[in-house]
């Protein structure tokens, strides 16, 4: 091997390796169970907010990871701790308590690409904010899912075209669908933080 990258990079000097991206390990670490459920169970305006995570040739992504952070119903953006917890005994996993709105949820997509969140429509600010990790992806990347085309200054910033990729579409039984596109035709507004 020395030989090789001595006569690629010169005598003495071995070529540089090229990167490579991490994972894809969400799938056996990240994820926890009812990490799509922000709602308590059976809360009467639960809503759900499901889409298919997709690369640049339109397939599915299988192995994607979104994270999902919210303002709660009355616009406070405090939440509230619950999301992880565990058994002070065992060290197991004890899951939401059922009763708090944590404002927080992960979900892995499907193998067929697709995700569900199950939530309380945000007060105050109309989105719920969204982190996508996934495959081929050296950062992850921030977009967010408008619950309707509000009068929010970063939507109104945009062409109608791109703006539409931001704009969750609603379908029946309080669900929204917000696919989310990686890149080519039809791509996700991302955002960048600085």
Known sequence: MSGQAEQTAGEGQLAPTPSHTVGPFYGYALPFPDGGRIAPPGHPDTVVLHGTVLDGAGDPVPDA????????????LDGKPGSLRRDPVDGGYLGRNGTDFTGFGRVGTDADGHYALFTLEPGGAPYISVCVFARGLLHHLYTRAYLGDSGDALLASLPAERRATLVAVPEENRTYRFDIRLQGEGETVFLEFT
């Open 65 to 76: 990871l979104l994270e999902f952070w919210q303002a709660a119903p009355d616009g406070s």
